[in-house]
């Protein structure tokens, strides 16, 4: 078999078991690979392919992967000098009640979109053009609570 598919597949073979990892490691390694194979392609003798994936290798590791992981680490919170985007942009965020939620359900407006809400105490009963708070989300529905003044008394 020819050096280039042997490099191809390693490539390959490392960055499958990268995604059971996420640790970037093997995947930079994978780099390391796809240089070697590069060289292989280019009709560079075996020593030369090994120094390339070695080489490959250390510096993608040393050099792409610490930003690599800071941008993957904003995304998931980490970092929150960036603003939140998806769910967790709306976890916290008011609410405007459309149809009365109560333990069986409701509609509240987040930011133009509509969603199926639950109140957080499940005696609460909100009405509609109510203001509630979301504390959480589950799936596609939201967990929203409205803070009342026999909550703020003891």
């Not at 930003?67 to 008011?94: C, N, V, Y």
């Amino acid at each position: 078999m020819d050096d280039v598919f042997i490099w191809i597949i390693v490539a390959v073979i490392l960055g499958a078991v990268e995604l059971f990892t996420g640790t970037l490691v093997l995947a930079m390694v994978a780099v390391g690979a796809v240089l070697a194979g590069v060289g292989a392609a280019i009709g560079a003798p075996l020593w030369l392919q090994a120094v390339l994936f070695g080489v490959g290798s250390v510096a993608s590791i040393f050099g792409l992967r610490p930003f690599l992981k800071q941008a993957l680490e904003s995304d998931t919170g980490a970092d929150t000098s960036h603003r939140p985007f998806g769910t967790r942009a709306i976890q916290g965020a008011e609410a405007r009640v459309i149809e009365k939620v109560d333990s069986s359900g409701g509609l509240v407006e987040i930011s133009g979109d509509n969603w199926t809400a639950y109140p957080l105490e499940p005696d609460q009963l909100l009405e509609p053009g109510d203001t509630v708070t979301v504390v959480e989300i589950k799936g596609a529905t939201v967990i929203v609570w409205k803070q009342s003044l026999s909550s703020l008394c003891p």
